[in-house]
Each structure stands twice: as C-alpha cells, then as structure tokens.
C-alpha cells in the first residue's frame, strides 16, 4: 500500500477536522446554546476517511444519525455544517435538517438519517443509478451495529447481490446501539458472518487503524468499480462519547474511554506510524492541527453570530413545484 | 495410581477467516458459530478422556458469550464435560489476548493446547507456548501449519497426551521456526514463511499480491501448500521435519532465472519472478535487501521498517512442540486405550495418568 | 389521433413513450417483467395484472424485476432518483405501504425540505388500490390518505383512462416523488386517449358534469359512480356538479369551493374509510371557507370504519355505491330518499 | 309516409356530441321557412348554436320543448307544406317516435370519421364529407383544427365534397411545423391537395388559415376555384398579441378562459368543455414549441410578418372576405380598402369566430359565392 506525503497529510486533516469539530461540539451542546440532538462521531474518524479518502464526484454516500465524520469526509462545508447544527439560515440545509439531516447531494452526500437503517436501500438506488448510467461511481451506505440488524439492510444487501450493484455496505459496530450491547443484540455476533448469505464478501477490519480500513476499503471499491458487486465491511471501533450528547453512558466500563483514548486512538496511532516511518514530519502535522483548530473556532464563531430562519422560510422548499 | 489434574487449553482466534483476502481472493469465510461448535464437539471429547480441566481464552467478540450459553444448556445424553474455566486476562481482541492468555495457561500447567486459527494464530500461539505442544486445527482453508481435522479428534489426542497416556515422545515432534530481529533485539517469528515487500504499511494485514515481494524465507515448504511457501515449496519441497529451511530473492519476471506459478492465495494463482535459491541453514543471519518496507509473517504483514533499521532473518530448530494427531491415535489404538472389556470403563477415559 | 383504450393500456401507454422519451426513466418492482431466473417465459406476467407488459421486451434492463423486499426497492427507487435517474418504482398494492413507508414518507417525502431546498427526488411509486376485487382486508384498501397527509408527497388518483395517461406522464416528467394510485377495479374501464403523449398538471380538479343543485366532489373509482347518481337524479330534475380531484396533493381548492359558491349544497364521496379521509378533508375546506354559501348540511358518503370484508355481500355492502350517493344527494336537496 | 313532411332532429356537431339541449325556438309554430333559416337554439357541452332549416315549407309542430335535453337525431319538429293535414302530420311524429333508438352509450359513431394521411412525414388528420363538384377545402387558424367547421361542413356539404383537415402543429395533425411560417403551412396545403387528389378546389381559411389560403392562391392561382377569407391574416399588420401569447402561455382553465372569451362576441359561448378541448390540445406534447414557433415566424412582436393586401388584386379567382365587426382577435378594419373585385362581408355583433357565432349567414356566404 503506497500513500503519498500528500495523501497522508489530506487523510490527517479529514480525521483531525472531524476529530475537533466534534470535540468542540461536545463542549458547545453543554452550553445549551445547541438544539435538539446531537450524535458524535468521535473516535471513529478512521473508518470516514478510511473509505472517503477513495471517492470523488461519481461517489454517493448514505450516513447514519451519527453523521459528521462522514460529512466532513465527503466534503460538506465545515462553516455551513456548524451552521446547521446551530440552526441557522447559513446552514447547510438553512436550518431546516439539523445534526441529523446535513446532506449535500451535489458533493455526493445522501444525507445522516434520523431513521436507524433508513440509508442502505437508498444506496441500492444510488448504486443502480451508477451502474445505469454507467458513471463508475460507487455508494456505500455507512450503518452501526444498531441500523445493521434492520429488515431494510437485510434487504439491501439481498437486492444489492441480485441486482449486483456497486455498493458497499459499512457496518461500524461501536459496540452498542444506543444504550445496548451489539454481543446481546446481534444474533451473529460478527456481522461478516452475514455477508456469505448474501453471496458477498464480507470482511472485519480495525476501525482504529486507518491504513487498515484504507486498504479494505480501496479493494473493496475497487472491486465495485469493476464490476464485482457488493462487500460487507465491518469496522470495529469505538465512540468516544454517548449515543447522544447527554447520555450519561452508565452502561459502559469507569475507565472504558480513558483506556481506549490511551490505546487506540485513531489520530495517536496514525501519527505514531508516519512518525516512524518517518514520512511526514510532526512539524507537518502539527501545522494541521493549528490549522484545523482555527477553522473550527471560526465556524463556531460565524455559526453563533448567523442569523436564524425567518417566518419566510417555513414554507418553502417542500416541493419543487407545487 | 496417583491421580493428578489433566488440563487443557484451548485458544480460537474469533477474528481468524475474515480478513481481506474474503474480499480480494475467493478465500473461505468460517462462521463464529461453527468455531463454537468446534470447541463444544472438543469438549465432549476431552469429558470422554478424562481431561478434568479445559481453560479458555476469553474474547470479546462473541465466542466466549456463546460457550458459556452452550455450557449452561443441558449435556447431551452420556456426556460428562471437564470443568471450564476461561483464563483471566481482559480481552482487548488483539494479538495481545493470545499472548497473555496462554502465558497464563502454560502457568497452570496445561498439557496440550488445542488451537483454532490459521498460520497467524498459530503464530502467536507458538510465541508463548514454551513447550507445551499444539493441537492445531485450520478454522478454514489459507493455512499451511495447521490441519483441517475434525475437533473431536483434537480433543481426544489433546486429552491422552495431556493426562499423559500416550507420552510426549510418542506423540510429539518439534517445528522449525523463522525468527526476525530489528536493530539487535528479537521481534517475533513466522512458523511457515517470513517475506518482505516495499509497501509502506501493515494496512489490512493479509498480503496476497506477488508484485513487489522481495525476498522469502520459508522453515519449510510444501508442494501442495496454498500460499507464499507454495512459492518455495513448487521450486524445491522440504519438508518440516528437514534441518534447513530455504531463501529465494525475488525478481520482477524479465529480470528472473526461472517463473514460477504459485497459488499464493486462495483462487490466486500467478507467476513469481525467482532471482536466486539458497539454502537456509539454521543460525545464520540474513540481512533484508531492501531498506524501507514492510514484512509479513506467515502471509501477515506484521513488521514495518525503515531505513534506519537493521533487520535480519533467521532459521531455529527450538520452534513450539506439534503433537502429530494420527501418530497419536495409532499410538492409542496399539496401545488399546479405547477397548472396552466385559463391563469397565475404557483406559482412555480414566483420570490422568 | 385518439382512440379508445383502456386504463391499463394507457398506463402502459404512458409508461412506453415516457421510457422512450427519455433514456433515465427506469422501472422496478415485482414480477413487472416476470418469469425472471426460471427457464420459463421471460416476461411472463408484465405486471401481477398485466400493466407493464411488453416493456421489458422493449426496454430490457430498464425494466427490472424486483426480490419481494418492498423497503429495498422502494428505498432504491428514491436513492435512485436523488441519483440521475427517474424511477417508476411498483407498489403492487397500496397494502404493502405498511413494509416500506419510511422509505416514503421519511426519506423522499422529506429530503427536500430537511436538505434546505436542494434535494429534488423525482420518484413514482405507481401502486393499486381499492375495493371489488374480492381481495379482503389486506389488499383492498385505500390508504391514499395517508399519503395525502404528508407534506412533500403529490397523490395522483386518475379515474378515467384519459387522465391516467396524462396524469402520469405528467408524475414521471415532475422533481417531486409522485404516489401514483390506480383503481385496480378501473383497469378494464375504456376511454378516448390521444396516441400522442401528454401531461396533465396535478392540482387541476376535472368537472366532469356540470350542474346547479349540488356539487359532488369525488375522486377516483367513484367518479364513476357519482356520474351514475347524477345521471340518475338528472331524471327526477337534480343537477349535480360532479367533481373528479384528480390528485388530492396538490388539491384543486378553487374549483370546489367555486362550485359549493354556485350550488350551495356539497356531497363528497370517497372509497375511503371515514376517518381523516378525503371526504373529511375536502368537508372541512368548505366548512371553513364556504359555509355561508352552504344551504344544507355537508354530506359524505364512505366507506364504513371497517376493514375491507371478503364475501361478496359484505363486499358490495361496503363500497360507496350511486344509491348511497343518490341518498346523501337527496338528503342535502331536502328530499326524502 | 309523404315526401312532404319534414322532420327536423337534433344535430350533430362535432364527433363527440351526443346530446343538445333545446335552448329557445326562434320561430313559432306556423311560420314559414326556407333552408338556412335559424329555427332553434341549441346548447351542447362544447357550445351553442342556431339549428337550420334544410328545408323549406311551414314550420307545423315544434316537438320539443325549451330546456329538453334530447340525444342526436331526435325529434325536434315538424317541417311541411301548408296543405299536409294536421292527421297526417301527427301520424309522422307517432311513426317517427315509435321508430327512434337514440344511439347506445359507446356505440360506434355511423358518421363520417377522420382519416389521417402521410404527408411527406408528417401525418395530417382530415375529415370529408359530401360527394362531387369542386372540392371545398376548409382552413383552421392558430390553434384551432377542423372541429372550428363543426357548424359549416355538413351544411355546405350538400352539394360537393368539402375537406377540412388539422395543420401541422394543430389538432390531432403531427407537430412538425417546419420552419413555420404562412409559405410551409401553403406547401402543407399544396401538399394535402396532392394526395387526396384534388387538383383544383374552393378554399375557405380563417384567421392564420385566411393567410395561408391567400399565400396558397397567390402561388398556385390555377389551384384555386375560388377564395374565402374569414377574419384572416395577411391583410394588416395589426393582430391582438396578446390573445396569442395568453393562449400560449396559459396552462390552466382560469388562465385560459378570459383570452378565449376575447375570440367570440358572446363571451358564454366559451362553454368548460371548449376550454378542456383547448387544454387537452394544449398539452400533447409538441404542441407548445409548435405553437411557439408559429407565433414568432408568423406573428413575431405581436405583428403580423407578412402584409399581402397589395397583391390581392393580382388573383383572377373570385374573393370574399367574411369578419366580425367586433373582431377582437385581427381587426375588421382590415377588411377596408380591399381592390373592389373583392367582396366583403362585415357582420353586425360577432367577433373572430363568425363561421361558428354566425354559421348560417357564413355558410349562406360561401354556399353564394360557390355557386
């Protein structure tokens, strides 16, 4: 597996950018200055890049109600998502979709989804849409462990196989749907087992390591793009936070976040390999971070002072026509 | 007859048969509730030994979750299993579990351990295992060092060499291992095959292009092997129990004395350029040609170098102990320890010996 | 030129010129093709009742047969129109909204509006509906209310073949996703259409008999019916207004009230169950923004708050029919029935 | 049964009627009439006209009664000479009731149909009725097709064949206007001529259609027995553009209505089920950019393009002009200071559809200039 030092510092930058923006969502919604719900994504950042940092134009995504690392990865707006997420008219969707419904299809991006599992069958039409029109682009429905037990993905991934789309369909098993283990409930215990069903390969990568998902990801859609069909990807990973910001996660371990930002972070270990390998400079990297930080205070800033939807925009944009 | 505890540790590698190579080759998938089952039908085995003690490696994965459900549910008819125990480590599902976990069972003195994994698996097993031997079973079809035999059979062999009714030197014979060292200090070692590549990162693990393979080292190397020793193992066979192992420096196929076609993974058949063949012999310490890359052990990309390291291979006799399973049961079966007469119990299946 | 064909083949008809009009018009769903992966006729069905036959010998692979998984299809039919393609996904019958209506209602009817305005999603979901065929409860209803009710769906209910043809012409070419509801009882009924294709904009009620007394909104199957009361009251002197919606998202408002401000007197009838229905709905427009026009109570003629029976007496009991129209017809006139 | 008496039934216009309401009686019982007199007012879905005499003799027993609504071909009253006895007369009208079957819903109409023929490429739509002499060949205007003759063919039919047939771009005609202008509309004529082997014939056109018969007559004047121009284009740069783009642009029945009221003097003429059929015209595909295309060829800038009055005086062939004094649509002035070999017919109190407002003084014109 060959990356360049560019290629390295854009994958660096995807993951710290959805790494601080996050952070500082975390810290923002405890203000109260946030409505609504927020889902974060930290701690998984690897697995966004992992597979984004192979996509362009052609590309579709469906995400999850955890939905801005895969946002920022497709290359959603970082002023206009925090704008969103504020509920202002500078938002990405004007302040009428929120956390869970940034989408920007012109950047390929189907949208985080309210509804647990409601991507996969969209990917199927994004992937078929791709396949007819012969563009070679791909789609890959992101899914947690939680979406993954869905009736809609089961199937998705049968009418993905039949049809023999270009999809591939990402289980990010973090351990738990919303306050309960995937070990009690996921019948299968590990979702690849699921994939041989299907007819599909079906593989397990660690989601902390971002070179190992990169390459998964690359056969993967390389296989997609040629014509292959589908894959089942299941990266294990950890969320850095509850299901939702104010979930009191008093079902997960005292030490359990500490540890694993200890030992497993994405961003540590990303680091500590180009470090090593000595193909980036910590200067390099370091530079990134000053960079991304700025920008995230300055979305924050921009997103604080924007001004709201008026009474005008209640009623558009139902409709194209009406 | 002193009775003494007759244990057993079984290790299954839960992430073993779903890596990449499901995704780039035709490689088999092999289901988490069959490895369950493999351990079960073991256990009935071992009961019917008399093997009074079994210690699991814990996972996180599900494995563990679903032994202790099968261990809740009623025993079918006749069977008696050996108390079970899983080892106390806190699984993190890394190498590092098996590491630990069987540590922790060498501690407690276990007299075999079964092993449910590939080559990888295997591998780690053989770092700790000092001498205890292995009963090694393929949890699918890309490995070379373990078998593909039926679990009740592991279970029985594992049981008489564990409580000692077909001795060690009956049943057992040592393997030959590849030993890798960085800057001076030993890093870790490959059982079947040992090569470099140019990649920069370990990635997904699994290495299964041929183009950019740079040297290969190989304990021992079978024809009919599936993987990167088929390579070795088609241009000269030796076998496990030959004293010298092998080490080809690999070529793009225009600069190569001699092409060959390898099945170097599951339905990946392609043609390897060879430059030279040399024999390895135990003790010597060979230098990598190249200075940045990666190495993969047993078809693993494992360790990851850079040009400021120093990196040697060698062969070692002093590998983990296999217990050779149809010696084993022909060992039994002359021995008659499954015979029953008029209404006693077999030998086979009384306390250790 | 126009001549007669059934509603069915102006479906079809629709469907064909539409396919070959315009390469991105695709088609999915059960057995549309039929006879997929068995040694038998390709194409075996067209459709459960034939609607879509002869396309995919025509079109191949842009007609595609579907796995019976309503929320895959159906979810694909909208993630493909978000994608460059115009889908005319088959809902075989409004029943089975229930195993794929958050694909519906969660994602197509909403990307719109929750993406900022920038999301266009022009997916049809053709699906059958209503009484007569002796399919019971769960394949019989009309649960085009439903969909009716949600903000971002258009809900198109042709009653005559020509409009059928025009009105779907008209959901494949529209940026919006489109329920398309046929009458499955209707398949058979003929009508002039042009050979030619066209569209009919939604929204535009058709008056399909004019008239001073009362005004008879209706929509679907029973504009048939309704035109067969007033036939019947024309003879003992009661002009009826009938009033075919055409499509009940977006609704023809104008004309109902236009025509409640002439007559003074409003019977709505619909197939559906009474509850929230169009009956219901078009009661309270009137109520709400005509009631000093009205000259007697408003009247709705439904179905009964039950589910749809199976015998053939209970059947015929339960559909709306001209009698129960005439009553309700006579009972706004001051008229004992 | 005698020769003598004379029933006078429910007409039929256009192919889709199927009923009319008797409306008013213009004459009384006992009055005398000749062919062409108006008798009765009828109203039908599409529009509402005067119903005439075929016959002539004494209007002896009116049948229906104002505000029946009676199928085609019933009984509407009894036309016959003063010396048939009142016996015999109300014998005729037990026979006639006794014999009447009103036509079964759906039944296939026993009237003429259209046909269409292929006109290099392009399909035409046309209707013929009667039988012999020289052809009379009838010519819609901007977006009107052959239904705009539904009250003048079969009258006028009695005494030869008369063809009226959609333009491209119109009716149920193929929409390829070409470069769509008054000559390719001429060509079209020329064209239609040829194939249905008419090699001479009397041409009435109105509106754009009066354009394109003068167009054709000044191109091909050994075609043309004799010309017709009603409310037509061509003689004046003057036209109402904004009726033309109102009914381009209109898409609805509300839009549409107050352009289409513009073209009749009696603006409750403009019937719902006229306003469908335009709709319905409307919205075939083709149809708009047809219509378009036309409108700026033709009438680009709200102008007419092409001024042709000078040259009338050219044509050898007998001329008429028929217009609506109240022509909102091209004006009658228009009709003023035309060389004096061309008769001109101004009416009192109609607008741009005399042929229909005023069927039986416009069929009475053409019938007296056919000779």
């Known amino acids: 597996m060959q990356l360049s030092k560019a290629d390295l510092l854009k ?55 955890r939905g801005h690392g895969h946002s920022i990865a497709k290359g959603c707006d970082v002023h206009a998502m925090m704008a969103e997420i504020y509920g202002k008219k500078a938002g990405l969707c004007g302040g009428k979709g929120g956390s869970m419904h940034i989408a920007d299809l012109d950047k390929g991006m189907l949208g985080a989804n309210g509804i647990v599992g409601g991507g996969p069958p969209l990917i199927c039409g994004a992937g078929l849409a791709a396949k007819m029109l012969k563009t070679g682009g791909v789609a890959i429905a992101f899914v947690g462990d939680g979406g993954f037990n869905q009736g809609t993905t089961a199937e998705s991934l049968n009418l993905a196989s039949v049809w023999r789309l270009p999809c591939l369909f990402v289980v990010e098993n973090n351990g738990y749907a919303e306050s309960t283990s995937s070990k009690w409930a996921v019948s299968c215990d590990d979702f690849t087992d699921r994939a041989s069903a299907y007819n599909m390969p079906g593989i397990s990568v660690d989601g902390h390591d971002f070179f190992a998902v990169y390459e998964a990801a690359g056969e993967a859609i390389k296989r997609a793009r040629s014509g292959g069909g589908p894959s089942l990807i299941e990266v294990k990973i950890n969320r850095y936070y509850g299901h939702f910001e104010g979930d009191a996660q008093t079902y997960r371990g005292p030490d359990e976040v500490k540890k694993l930002r200890e030992t497993k972070d994405c961003l540590m270990l990303f680091r500590k390999r180009v470090e090593g390998a000595t193909l980036v400079d910590a200067a390099d990297m370091n530079k990134v971070d000053t960079e991304v930080l700025a920008l995230i205070d300055d979305s924050v800033k921009k997103a604080k002072a924007a001004p709201k939807p008026t009474a005008a925009d209640l009623l558009t944009d139902v409709y194209v026509s009406y | 007859m002193a009775r003494s505890v007759a244990r057993v540790g079984i290790v299954a590698n839960p992430a073993a048969g779903r890596d990449i190579r499901r995704l780039v080759a035709q490689a088999s998938v092999f289901p988490i509730a069959e490895k369950r089952n493999m351990i079960t039908r073991a256990l009935s085995a071992l009961g019917a030994v008399g093997v009074n003690e079994v210690l699991i490696m814990p996972d996180g994965a599900g494995l563990t979750h679903r032994i202790v459900r099968a261990l809740r549910a009623p025993l079918p008819e006749g069977q008696v299993w050996p108390e079970v125990r899983f080892v106390d480590i806190e699984p993190g599902d890394t190498a590092a579990d098996t590491l630990d976990a069987v540590r922790l069972m060498v501690d407690d003195g276990v007299g075999a351990i079964i092993v449910l994994g590939g080559d990888g698996t295997n591998r780690l097993v053989a770092r700790a295992a000092g001498e205890v031997p292995l009963v090694s079973l393929s949890t699918g079809t890309n490995n070379v060092f373990p078998s593909v035999r039926e679990a009740t059979i592991a279970g029985l062999v ?94 793009p196929l225009e600069r190569a004395s001699r092409v060959i076609r390898a099945p170097i993974a599951p339905g990946i058949i392609v043609d390897v350029g060879v430059e030279t063949v040399t024999t390895l012999t135990p003790g010597a310490q060979v230098p990598l040609r190249l200075k940045r890359g990666v190495v993969a052990l047993d078809g693993e990309r494992e360790v990851e170098f850079a040009p400021t390291d120093q990196v040697l291979v060698s062969l070692a006799e002093d590998g983990p102990f296999s217990v050779d399973i149809e010696r084993t049961m022909i060992v039994a079966a002359q021995h008659g320890l499954f015979v029953r007469t008029g209404g006693s119990e077999i030998s086979a299946a009384s306390g250790a010996a | 030129m126009a001549r007669k064909i059934n509603y069915q083949q102006a479906i079809n008809e629709a469907l064909n010129q539409e396919m070959t009009r315009d390469p991105t018009v695709v088609i999915m769903g059960e057995d549309v093709a039929g006879g997929m992966g068995t040694d038998g006729e ?29 929320s895959a299809f159906i979810g694909a039919a909208v993630g493909a129109a978000t994608a460059g393609l115009r889908p005319v996904a088959e809902l075989m019958f409004i029943d089975f909204m229930g195993v794929c209506l958050d694909q519906i209602f969660n994602q197509a009817a909403k990307f719109r509006y929750m993406f900022g305005g920038k999301a266009e999603t022009p997916v049809v979901i053709r699906t059958m509906y209503g009484a007569g065929f002796r399919a019971a409860a769960q394949h019989s209803q009309c649960l085009y209310p439903v969909f009716t009710h949600i903000p971002g769906l258009k809900v198109v209910m042709p009653a005559t073949p020509y409009d059928a043809k025009g009105l779907l012409i008209q959901a494949i070419r529209d940026n919006d996703p489109v329920i398309f509801c046929e009458h499955k009882v209707l398949y058979t009924l003929e009508g002039d259409v042009p050979e030619e294709p066209y569209a009919i904009p939604f929204g535009e009620a058709s008056v399909v008999r004019e008239g001073k007394d009362v005004t008879i909104v209706t929509l679907g199957r029973m504009v048939h019916m309704a035109t067969q009361a007033a036939d019947n009251l024309a003879k003992a002197g009661i002009k009826c207004e009938v009033i075919d919606l055409r499509t009940t998202s977006p609704m023809d408002t104008d004309t109902i009230l236009e025509s409640v401000e002439n007559t003074g007197r409003l019977v709505v009838v619909d197939e559906a169950h009474p509850r929230c229905n169009i009956a219901t709905d078009v009661s309270a427009l009137v109520a709400e923004q005509a009631f000093d026009s009205l000259k007697a109570p408003i009247k709705m003629v439904t179905a009964p708050h039950v589910p749809v029976p199976f015998s053939d007496t209970l059947e015929d009991l339960y559909i709306p029919n001209a009698a129960k129209i005439e009553a309700a017809v006579k009972a706004v006139m001051g008229k004992k029935g | 049964m005698s020769d003598s008496i004379k029933a006078l039934t429910m007409p039929k ?137 539904l009250f003048n063919q079969e009258s006028l039919a009695g005494k030869r064949t008369v063809i009226a047939f959609d333009l491209p771009g119109h009716g149920q005609s193929s929409k390829q206007v070409g470069n769509a202008s008054l000559g390719e509309f001429a060509q079209v004529l020329h064209d239609v001529m040829d194939a249905l082997s008419v090699p001479k014939a009397h041409l009435a056109g109105h509106s754009m259609g009066g354009g394109i018969a003068l167009e054709f007559a000044l191109a091909h004047p050994g075609r043309v027995a004799s010309l017709t121009l009603i409310a037509p284009a061509g003689l004046g740069a003057e036209i109402n553009g904004g009726y033309i783009d109102g009914f381009i642009e209109s898409t609805g029945r509300r839009d549409i209505k107050p352009h289409l009221e513009q073209l009749f003097a009696d603006a409750e003429l403009v019937s719902r089920q006229m306003i469908n059929d335009i709709l319905g015209y409307k919205r075939l595909d083709g149809v708009d950019a047809a219509l378009r295309a036309i409108r700026d060829k033709v009438f680009p800038g709200g102008k007419q393009a092409v001024v042709l009055r000078d040259r009338i005086g050219t044509l050898a062939m007998p001329i008429q002009v028929i217009w609506g004094e109240d022509d909102a649509i091209v004006p009658s002035k228009h009709a003023q200071g035309l060389p004096p070999k061309v008769k001109v017919n101004v009416l009192k109190g109609f607008g741009h559809m005399p042929q229909m407002e005023a069927a039986a003084e416009v069929n009475k014109l053409i019938e007296a200039q056919l000779g």
């Not at chain 1, 923006?21 to 697995?47: D, K, M």
């Open chain 2, 158 to 251: 594992a049981g008489l060499v564990a409580s000692g009714k077909v001795t060690r030197a009956e049943a057992c014979f040592r393997n030959k291992v590849l030993r890798l060292s960085v800057n001076g200090v030993p890093r870790d070692l490959a059982l079947v095959d040992l090569c470099s590549s140019p990649e920069l990162f370990i990635g997904s693990r699994a290495l299964w292009r041929a183009d950019g393979l740079d040297q290969l080292f190989v304990s021992f190397a079978e024809a009919d092997a599936i993987g990167l020793s088929s390579i070795a193992g088609l241009v000269r066979p030796i076998s496990r129990r030959a004293p010298f192992g092998l080490w080809l420096d690999l070529c």
């Open chain 4, 13 to 149: 216009w256009g192919l889709s009627m199927k009923e009319g309401k008797v409306a008013s009686w213009l004459l009384q019982e006992g009055a005398s009439v000749s062919p062409g007199n108006e008798i009765l007012e009828v109203e039908t879905e599409k529009i509402a006209s005067a119903v005439e005499a075929a016959d002539g003799g004494i209007l002896r027993k009116i049948v229906a009664q104002e505000g029946e609504t009676l199928p085609v071909g019933a009984l509407l009253a009894v036309i016959a000479d003063a010396s048939v006895g009142a016996g015999a007369i109300d014998a005729f009208v037990e026979e006639f009731q006794k014999n009447f079957v009103p036509p079964a819903e759906g039944e296939e109409d026993a009237g003429p149909k259209t046909q269409v023929i292929e006109v290099k490429g392009r399909a035409i739509r046309y209707l013929k009725q009667g039988d012999g002499g020289t052809p009379l060949v009838l010519i819609h205007g901007f977006g009107g097709d052959l239904n705009n003759w």
């Open chain 1, 11 to 65: 994958a660096y930058r995807m993951m710290k950018t959805i790494r601080e923006f996050e952070e500082r969502l975390h810290v923002e919604f405890a203000t109260g200055e946030i409505p609504g719900f927020v889902h974060l994504y930290a701690g998984e950042e690897a697995s966004a890049a992992g597979f984004c940092m192979h996509l362009d134009g052609r590309d579709r995504i469906a995400s999850t109600h």
């Open chain 3, 42 to 70: 390709q194409e075996a069905w067209g459709g459960v009742l034939g609607v879509t036959k002869g396309l995919y010998k025509k079109f191949g692979d842009r007609v595609m047969d579907t796995p019976i998984t309503e």
